[in-house]
């Protein structure tokens, strides 16, 4: 079992950055890609990045890239931390964020990844 918890959210002016921290713990050694979902009220869920076990690929969705970079640190077997660092925030930008963590290889596919963290709101004002 692979648990995730996210921090670094809330509330943001537009135009400036956020920081997103995701600790991964327990059996990280059967962690591979890593990566960033987001869902607005009343929108469907997003994908944002991904990256892969050895922080060498990334992948980023249409809505934050060029803003953002992910990056990842695999401290030991049992336990990884990702960092979404998020640059110009947008109103649009204002969602609940979500890491998750998958076997296989980076993807924007939501059914690869089967760990989910329970979420962090990030709220940018204009």
């Known amino acids: 079992q692979v648990h995730l918890l996210e921090s670094g959210g809330g509330l943001a002016q537009a135009g400036n950055s956020l920081t997103l921290s995701c600790d991964a713990s327990g059996r990280t050694s059967t962690v591979g890609a890593m990566g960033w979902f987001r869902q607005a009220p009343g929108k469907a869920r997003e994908f944002v990045a991904s990256i892969s076990t050895s922080g060498f690929n990334v992948y980023y969705g249409d809505s934050l890239k060029g803003r953002a970079t992910i990056s990842r640190d695999n401290v030991s077997n049992t336990k990884n931390t990702m960092i979404l660092q998020m640059n110009s925030l947008k109103p649009e930008d204002t969602a609940l964020y979500y890491c998750?963590?998958?076997?296989?290889?980076?993807?924007?596919?939501?059914?690869?990844?089967?760990?989910w963290g329970q979420g962090i709101q990030v709220t940018v004002i204009s």
């Open positions: 998750v963590a998958g076997a296989g290889g980076i993807t924007a596919q939501t059914t690869s990844y089967p760990y």
